[in-house]
C-alpha cells in the first residue's frame, strides 16, 4: 500500500518556489533516507523529470518499467480514484482507463494533469506539496518509485553506490539546466556558440577569443565590465568537471586590446561629438510652420509631413532616435488642455534608464495640439485606405517596412531640414542627436532648471553627460521662448 511518507517525500518536504522544476540529485540522500528509515512503498516525484537525461539514471534501477509513449511523448494521466488495497484508478487523455496495483514491483510512469477537484466538484489548481489523504481525494498524482525500487536502494546498491548515482546523475542536471542556472552573462556565451555553431561544453580558448571579439563589436560591453562574463564561462566548466578556458594569457592579452581599441573608438566619438550641431529654435519653428501648411498628396509628400512633425515632436520632448522611431500610439496624447508624451527606456550607455512622461500644459498646447491633429489624420487617413490593420507605432505608414532601421532619425530630420534648405553652419552637420542637443541647448538658455532638464532628457539628476548638449555661448531668442519658456512658468 502506498504510504503517505513515501508520497510526501518529494513534494511536501521539498522546500523551495521551484520544485517541479530543479533537478533531484540534491535530494537522494534524503529520499534515501526517507525511504530505508520509513519503509515507503512509494514516492511522487516532479512531472518535469522524464523528460531529462538523467531520468535514465532512476530508470535503470527499476526492475520493470511500464510506459504509455506516442513518439517518445507520455500520455498523461489523472489518478481518480485510490483504494485500500493500493490500487489506483488511472484515466487516460485518450479515454482510455486502468487499473494499476502500486504495490507490484514494477516502475510507473503516471502523469497528472495542472487541475484537481475538491470535494464540491470544483476545479483547483494542483499544489506542489500535499498528503495521502489529498491524493485519495482525487488529487494529482505523478511518478512513483515502488518498493522495488526502495529495495535495491537498501540493499544491493548501498550508500556507496547512491553517493555514486548521485555524483552521475548531478553531472546529467547540470548539463540540462546550465542555460538557467548559470544566469545571463553565460547564457550570452552559449547563444553566441550556438550561433557561431561551435561546442559550449567544453568551449576552447579560441572560442573565447571569438566572444570577445564579438563584444567589442556589439559596443555595448565596456572593458572594464568583460571579466564577469569570463568567470561566467569558467564556473559553469569548472562545476561541470572541464578546466575554465577562459583563462591565460591570450585571454588577459584580448581584453587589453579591447580596452585600447574603446579609448581609440571613444577619442573619435567625442571629435565626432563636438562637430555636430545643435538644431537652432528658429530652424524648428521654419519646419513646424511648414508641416501646418503641407497638405500630402502622394505617399512620398506623406513620409516629408512625418518628417517635419517628428522633427518638431523630437525636439520638444527632448527625445533620442530610439524613443522618437518607437514611439507607440497609446503613449501620445493630445487634448484641449494639454498635451502630453511617455519616452520609453533609454539606451544610450550614458543615459540614466529611466520611463518619462512630458506633459504640455493649457497654455503651451497650442505648440503642438494642430501639427499633431494635422499629421495624425493624414496618417489615419492612408492606413484606413490601405485597408490594413494599423500597428501601435505612432510614425508607421502602409509602406514601411515593419522593423525600422538604426538611421531613420537621420533620415527623417535630413529630410525636413534638406526640403526647407535649413543648413548647419560651416564645419558642422545635422543629425538626430541635434534635436537632443538643440532642445538641451535652448532650455538652458531660456532659463530651464538643470534638474528640470536632467528629467526631461532622460539623465540621471546633475549627469555629467549632459555637459556634452548644452552650448553655453547660445543667446536667448523669441524663438526659444516660443518651445520652452512654459518650462519656467512653476519655478
Known amino acids: 500500500m502506498v504510504s503517505p511518507e513515501g508520497v510526501d517525500s518529494l513534494t511536501y518536504d521539498w522546500r523551495g518556489e521551484n520544485n517541479w522544476v530543479n533537478p533531484p540529485w540534491a535530494l537522494l540522500d534524503e529520499v534515501a533516507h526517507k525511504l530505508r528509515e520509513e519503509g515507503a512503498a512509494a514516492t511522487v516525484v516532479a512531472p518535469y523529470w522524464p523528460g531529462q537525461s538523467w531520468f ?9 518499467v511500464v510506459f504509455w509513449e506516442d513518439d517518445d511523448c507520455f500520455y498523461p494521466g489523472v489518478v481518480k480514484e485510490f483504494n485500500e488495497d493500493g490500487k489506483a484508478h488511472v484515466l ?18 503516471i502523469h497528472s494533469t495542472d487541475e484537481t477537484t475538491d470535494a464540491d466538484g470544483e476545479n ?16 494529482a498524482v505523478q511518478n512513483f518509485l515502488t518498493r522495488s525500487l526502495c529495495e535495491r536502494w537498501r540493499g544491493e546498491l548501498g550508500p556507496s553506490r547512491l553517493t555514486e548515482l548521485a555524483v552521475s546523475m548531478q553531472k546529467k542536471a547540470l548539463l540540462d539546466t546550465t542555460k538557467d542556472n548559470y544566469g545571463p552573462k553565460a547564457r550570452r556565451f552559449i547563444l553566441f556558440c550556438e550561433r557561431a555553431q561551435r561546442p559550449w561544453l567544453p568551449a576552447s580558448e579560441a572560442t573565447v577569443l571569438l566572444y570577445i571579439a564579438s563584444l567589442l563589436e556589439d559596443g555595448n560591453i565596456q572593458s572594464a565590465s568583460l571579466q564577469p562574463y569570463l568567470s561566467a564561462i569558467n564556473n559553469y566548466h569548472e562545476d561541470l568537471g572541464h578546466p575554465g578556458p577562459a583563462k591565460g594569457r591570450s585571454v588577459t592579452r584580448a581584453g587589453k586590446g579591447m580596452a585600447t581599441i574603446q579609448a581609440e573608438l571613444a577619442e573619435q566619438e567625442e571629435n565626432i ?24 498628396r502622394s505617399p512620398e509628400e506623406l513620409k516629408l509631413l512625418r518628417a517635419l512633425t517628428y522633427v518638431v515632436v523630437a525636439f520638444v520632448t527632448f527625445g533620442r532616435p530610439d524613443t522618437g522611431t518607437s514611439l507607440s500610439r497609446q503613449h501620445v496624447h493630445c487634448g484641449d488642455e494639454e498635451f502630453s508624451v511617455v519616452l520609453l527606456k533609454e539606451k544610450g550607455r550614458r543615459h540614466h534608464r529611466v520611463k518619462r512622461r512630458l506633459t504640455i500644459p493649457w497654455k503651451g498646447v497650442a505648440l503642438l495640439k494642430e501639427l499633431i491633429e494635422h499629421w495624425e489624420f493624414y496618417r489615419d487617413t492612408a492606413w484606413s485606405i490601405s485597408a490594413k490593420t494599423q500597428p501601435d507605432s505612432y510614425w508607421l505608414l502602409p509602406e514601411d517596412p515593419k522593423n525600422f532601421k538604426a538611421s531613420v532619425a537621420n533620415d527623417r530630420i535630413g529630410l525636413a531640414l534638406s526640403e526647407l534648405d535649413c543648413r548647419p ?7 538626430a542627436h541635434s534635436t537632443r542637443k538643440g532642445a538641451t541647448t535652448c532650455a538652458r538658455a531660456v532659463g530651464v532648471t538643470m ?3 536632467c528629467f526631461l532628457g532622460g539623465w540621471s ?3 555629467s553627460a549632459v555637459q556634452h548638449y548644452i552650448d553655453p555661448t547660445a543667446l536667448r531668442d523669441t524663438d526659444m521662448d516660443y518651445y520652452f519658456a512654459w518650462l519656467t512658468w512653476s519655478q
Not at 56 to 64: K, M, P, S, W
Not at 284 to 295: G, Q
Open 273 to 296: 561629438e563636438t562637430q555636430r550641431t545643435w538644431l537652432p529654435a528658429a530652424h524648428v519653428r521654419r519646419v513646424h510652420e511648414a508641416a501646418l501648411k503641407f497638405n500630402p
Open 451 to 453: 534638474e528640470k532638464v
Open 92 to 109: 487516460y487523455d485518450d479515454g482510455d482507463e486502468e487499473t494499476l496495483d502500486l504495490s507490484k514491483e514494477n516502475f510507473k510512469i
Open 425 to 431: 553652419p560651416e564645419g558642422g552637420h545635422f543629425s
Open 124 to 139: 483547483t489548481e494542483r499544489s506542489s506539496g500535499g498528503n495521502y489523504e489529498e491524493y485519495k481525494r482525487g488529487g
Open 56 to 64: 535514465r539514471e532512476l530508470e535503470a534501477l527499476a526492475t520493470e
Open 461 to 463: 539628476q546633475f549627469s
